[in-house]
């Protein structure tokens, strides 16, 4: 069977964020940047990845361009009584149990992606593809397309089933006031300079009401070892 995405799913903890993605089409949008960092400060190696966008081990790519991030839900994994979400992926993106979820149709979403809502910049989606790059092919990317470096992860991550769309906008840094805190609190008031971080950025593609529903994680039933069930019948 050819594999073919049929739903997008985006996992947020809050829900008055699924409500502004679903009737706003609100895409609130970190820099791939953030991503690295985050594994790297904070240790969280479900939405962090130290080596996002980085092509020959010593170069970071496409770190200032916006993406979003969502889990993929293919045709194989459409059931008569429902939708399969892989357990892990849920858990730990709530690992408190809580939190919700907007599944989107991906034909109808994918029509949605004009430049003009990205403030005329270009955009990029597709599948997230896992596994490692030959080296060759990472020279390749680094002179001719390094922005599908943004692309690749490692097999470790494949249970995320990741779609991705980057922005080619080049956002602007701006002081980062946590990372200030955070080195006062550690070394006291005197710090050698300001700590920056990449802006956020956020896109408004129009309301996704006629194709997108939103769930809370109470929605998901035990499937078996490896799958939630989300009942459609």
């Known amino acids: ?44 190696k479900t939405r962090g990845d130290i080596r996002e966008g980085l092509l020959l081990d010593c170069v970071r790519v496409c770190a200032n361009r916006p993406i979003y991030c969502m889990y993929s839900v293919f045709n194989y994994d459409l059931i008569p009584e429902g939708i399969l ?18 599944i989107i149709k991906y034909e109808d979403f994918i029509t949605k992606l004009n430049s003009e809502y990205f403030d005329g910049y270009g955009a990029t989606a597709d599948l997230v593809n896992y596994g490692a790059i030959d080296w060759k092919v990472q020279q390749q990317l680094l002179t001719t397309d390094p922005q599908r470096a943004a692309f690749v992860k ?8 990741e779609f991705r769309l980057i922005v080619s906008k080049k956002l602007p840094t701006i002081k980062d006031e946590k990372a ?53 019948s």
């Open 1 to 44: 069977m050819e594999k073919e995405i049929i739903f997008l799913i985006k996992f947020i903890p809050e829900e008055r964020y699924v409500n502004s993605l679903i009737d706003h089409g609100e895409l609130f949008m970190r820099s791939l940047g953030y991503f690295a960092e985050l594994e790297k400060h904070d240790n969280d």
């Open 180 to 232: 200030i805190e955070d080195y006062k609190a550690i070394h006291g008031v005197n710090f050698p300079h300001d700590f920056h971080k990449y802006s956020d950025y956020v896109a408004r593609i129009g309301s996704l009401q006629s194709c997108a529903k939103k769930h809370s994680i109470n929605d998901l039933f035990e499937y078996d070892d490896e799958n939630f069930i989300l009942k459609t």
């Open 85 to 102: 979400i892989n357990k892990r992926a849920v858990q730990e993106f709530f690992p408190d149990g809580r939190g919700h979820f907007a």
């Open 154 to 161: 490692s097999s470790d991550y494949s249970y995320q089933n």
